[in-house]
Every structure is written in structure tokens, then in C-alpha cells.
């Protein structure tokens, strides 16, 4: 079967700027340095290309990190959602969640993403342009008689030159709303009292002492065989005769933590809802309300932002308004490609959003806000495994959908590292863009915070080359190769100018070159 082609297009401006800004990892004040450009609009195929080179939205705002000279190099991180391996701490997540939909209570634990959040008034995931957009291209549309180019990822079943791991790079073994009225289990109930506890006096001595489960359950099972071996006395038989059936060693999967039944009378609900945000959908526009309540109260109480920082302008510019262009092809996601908004509502409580764009070859992950009195849920975790599991839900129906983008990983910021707990994770060699797993990855970012991950010395960039005059430059409305428009529209003597084009070049690689629309005036 022919793959289906997108028809939609790519228009961005490039910001060329060197200067360094604050980093919202290390707290310095001018010593992160990034690439930038904004999109007007994308194909979703356009969009794979540019994250598989390292770049990344904030918004409409594209920006890419200056590997070699910012202060905390971020390397993108994306994991195998089909062969995903859970450690015991995101088990351990998994069942909390199911205990407390279950029977209630709470119990605090701490994971990697709760050590992980910022200080006071810092949101490093929130990347502010160096300038507006100069360009209005509101009304351009292409014509009919125009061909949009043939480089762009297509169908959703094709595979990305550079999205499959090298085999000299694999390891041998290798997921404010109006709070309700507290009750006896709601998560701010009793609040004040836990925040004037009085020491305590040690433990009840009328109680037993506390003991590990794994010793309890060691004495159950013997009981069990002990209560089967006096039944099979009173039956006449010999209690070596007991044939005890074998459990099976298959390791539970993902879905099976997530889809353990629940008892007849749960004491809570949890409803996962993914909502198309661009263009909004009905669902969205009713919950906005809600979902901007709940990201500025994380705002405020996660990253100590104040109101104004976090208003509803604010809210929609960075994790609203998206660049991608929605695609619904025959034999593609049943929701279709683009960016959405996975809803968490836990008895009809708006209590996490995680904002995410389905790809044609990942889900990526672009931001998550909860609401902090849930804390002791580990959200952060359970919403990544819900998102993992979604990937695979997609791969059921799109073969070559199976990766799940992280972001970024920052080795050089320990607290950012928890994004490689997620197995198999692999890293994006900054030079040749090729995968590496970050097990052979993280020995060298040990000794070094900037690193060149692939051993191979002789690969390099095979999407690197560039031929400068084939490059779509959007001019006046109208749509001409690089080469003409120098020829016509450029000043001869401008070396910036060229030197500006070849830099963008260099950035986004030969295949988005000659598929983006780059604005020029």
C-alpha cells in the first residue's frame, strides 16, 4: 500500500543569537547558550526530523542547545517503549496508585522526579525567545501548482533513516481546580496538624513489632503448605505426594500493572483522557478553566513563580499554542498526529496534564504540571509509564511508532538524571546523530560534561551536507530555491548573510532544509 503523504508544510524563522542567558540548571546567569527559531507552522514528519537532531519546542519556539559551549549540555533522550524494563521503584509507583484507588489513604515515598524540580522561580523547561516573530505568514497558502518536497518522513508505517539504534552501538544485554471538601482520605486533610506534630514518643509497645513483607509473606506460603499437608493426612494420602503448581516466572508487563482490576466499590476513580490542544478540541476549551488553575498552582508552589508569571497569556503561549500541523491519515493514529493534553481526573478532579505531540515515529513528551498536594502519587512517574503505555497502545496499530521522548537528559545535573532510570534508554550522539544506549554513554559523560558518545571515529553526520542553494526560502509570499533568491533579491556583498544561512543549515540538517519554508525578507 502507497504511503500516505501529508500535505501540510513547515514555515520558520530563524533568530540567529550567540549570547548566553540563565540556566535553569546550574543557576548561572549568562552561560547557556542555544540555537533558536520560531515556527509559524510544521508537518508533524518535519517536526521527527528536527527532534531527531536535537532540537526542541517551548511553545511555537524552537530552540537547540549549543552542545559544545553551553554550561550543562542536554542531550535528547528517548526510550524503546516495547521493550521497556521496570525498575522496582516505578513497580513500587504503579502499585501505590492501584492501593490508593483501591482502599484509599496515603503513604509518602519519595522518587527521582520529586528530588528533581527546580529551585524557587526556576522553570527549566520553560525556554523564553530571544524575539517575536518578525514575519506575519497568517495568510500565505501554498499553491496548488507547488509540490511540496518529496525529503519529508510520510507515512506513518515508513521508518526514519536515523530512529533505529546502530548495531555497533547496541549493549550485549541489553506516564487549581475548586478543591472538594477534605475527607478522611483526601490528601490535604488533616494539613494543619501535620504541620505542628509533636515529637513523637517511640513505638506502641502494645502493638508487634513492624516486619518486612517479604517475611510475612514467606510465613503465609508456609502456612498454605502446612494447612495442605494435614488436609492430605486426613485424606490418607502422603504430604510428599502434594503436587504444588508451579508459578509462572513471566514478569508482569506494564499494561498488567495498570490494568489490575480494581475491587467492586473503589474508593477513588481515575479517568485518563487525551485531548487534541491544536487545534482545540470541544473537550479542551471545556476544561481550560481547570487546566490553567491547576498548572498555575504548580507553578506557584512547585517553582515559587508568582501569579503573574504563570497567567492564562502565559499558559497558552508555552504549553497551548503549538506549531504542528494536525494529520489524520487512513492508517495512522486513530486521534491522529499533533499535539494533545493527557488528563488525569481522579474523581472528577482535574489533578495532572501532561502535553505531548504524537509523531510518526514517537510520543514526545513537552511538559508535565500536577497538583502538588497529589505529590505522594509519584505523578511525575505514573504519568510518564501511562505515556509509555500509550506509545505501545499506538504501535499496535503504526509498526514504526515506538519510541518515547523524554526531552532532555542532563548528565552534568544529577537531579536530572532520573530520566535514564526508564530501560532502554538511548542518548543522541551531539556530532553524528546517530543513538547510543546510555549505558555506554554515561562512562564518558562521567569524565566529561560535552561528549562526542559514538566510538565510531570514522561516522560522521550523514545528514550534515547541504547544498545551501536548494534551500526554500519563503520571500514576500513567494516560494524560491536559496540560489535564486540570492541571485535576485540579496545583497551580492553580504557575507553574514550567507554565513547566517549556512549555520541554520547546519543546524537542521540537508532533510529539513530542503522541506522547511525559511523566512527571509
Not at 514478569?251 to 482490576?261: T, V, Y
Amino acid at each position: 500500500m502507497a504511503a500516505e503523504k501529508d500535505p501540510a508544510y513547515s514555515i520558520v524563522e530563524y533568530m540567529r543569537s550567540h549570547k548566553g542567558y540563565k540556566c535553569g540548571y546550574c543557576k548561572s546567569s549568562d552561560t547557556n547558550f542555544s540555537h533558536g527559531m520560531w515556527a509559524h507552522r510544521m508537518a508533524v514528519g518535519d517536526y521527527q526530523a528536527l527532534i531527531d537532531r536535537g532540537w526542541r519546542r517551548s511553545g511555537k519556539y524552537c530552540y537547540k542547545p549549543t552542545m559544545e559551549k553551553t554550561c550543562c549540555p542536554m542531550y535528547t533522550i528517548k526510550c524503546d517503549a516495547l521493550e521497556i524494563k521496570l525498575s522496582k521503584s516505578q513497580k513500587k509507583v504503579l502499585k501505590r496508585m492501584h492501593r490508593y484507588l483501591s482502599h484509599g489513604g496515603r503513604k509518602e515515598c519519595r522518587t527521582p522526579e520529586m528530588d528533581s524540580t527546580c529551585e524557587a522561580g526556576e522553570n527549566e523547561e520553560y525556554v523564553k525567545p530571544e524575539s517575536e516573530a518578525k514575519f506575519d505568514v497568517s495568510s500565505f497558502s501554498l499553491p496548488e501548482s507547488v509540490a511540496i518536497p518529496e525529503q519529508r518522513l510520510q507515512s506513518s508505517n515508513s521508518k526514519s533513516d536515523n530512529n533505529e539504534v546502530s548495531a555497533d552501538c547496541k549493549p550485549k544485554a541489553i506516564e487549581g481546580t475548586d478543591a472538594p471538601s477534605p475527607t478522611k482520605d483526601s490528601p490535604n486533610s488533616n494539613q494543619e496538624g501535620r504541620r505542628n506534630v509533636s515529637p513523637g514518643i517511640g513505638p506502641d509497645a502494645s502493638r508487634p513489632p513492624c516486619r518486612k513483607a517479604k517475611v510475612i509473606r514467606q510465613e503465609r506460603r508456609e502456612a498454605k503448605l502446612a494447612k495442605r499437608a494435614l488436609d492430605s493426612l486426613g485424606r490418607g494420602e502422603s504430604p510428599m505426594e502434594i503436587k504444588v503448581s508451579k508459578q509462572s516466572n513471566t514478569e508482569k508487563s506494564l499494561e498488567d500493572f495498570l490494568c489490575e482490576p480494581l475491587p467492586a466499590n473503589p474508593v477513588h476513580n481515575l479517568e485518563v483522557r487525551l485531548v487534541r490542544s491544536q487545534p482545540s478540541s470541544a473537550e479542551f476549551l471545556q476544561s481550560f478553566k481547570k487546566a490553567h488553575q491547576l498548572y498555575q498552582k504548580y507553578q506557584i508552589t512547585i517553582h515559587g513563580d508568582t501569579a503573574d508569571k504563570c497567567n492564562e497569556s502565559q499558559f497558552k503561549r508555552f504549553l497551548c499554542n503549538s506549531p504542528l500541523e494536525p494529520w489524520q491519515p487512513g492508517n495512522g493514529p486513530e486521534q491522529g498526529y499533533g499535539s494533545f493534553h493527557h488528563q488525569y481526573w481522579l474523581d472528577d478532579r482535574l489533578i495532572a496534564v501532561g502535553v505531548l505531540d504524537i509523531l510518526p515515529h514517537c510520543v514526545s513528551s513537552v511538559y508535565l504540571y500536577y497538583d502538588p498536594e497529589y505529590s505522594f502519587l509519584s505523578l511525575g512517574t505514573y504519568a510518564s509509564l501511562r505515556e509509555l503505555a500509550l506509545v505501545r497502545e499506538l504501535q499496535r496499530r503504526i509498526a514504526s511508532l515506538k519510541w518515547y521522548y523524554m526531552g532532555f537528559y542532563i548528565h552534568s545535573c544529577p537531579k536530572m538524571r532520573y530520566k535514564g532510570k526508564y530501560k532502554p534508554s538511548f542518548l543522541l550522539c551531539p556530532e553524528t546523530y546517530e543513538w547510543i544506549p546510555i549505558e555506554l554513554a554515561t562512562p564518558k559523560l562521567d569524565k566529561a560534561k560535552y561528549s562526542r558518545l559514538n566510538d565510531n571515529v570514522y561516522a560522521v553526520d550523514s545528514n550534515g551536507r547541504v547544498d545551501i542553494n536548494k534551500i526554500l526560502v519563503l520571500h514576500n509570499r513567494n516560494l524560491v530555491r536559496y540560489g535564486d533568491y540570492q541571485s535576485h533579491f540579496a545583497d551580492e556583498d553580504d557575507d553574514e548573510e550567507e554565513e547566517e544561512i549556512r549555520e541554520y543549515a547546519s543546524l537542521v540538517g540537508a532533510k529539513s532544509a530542503y522541506t522547511l519554508f525559511l523566512c527571509r525578507s
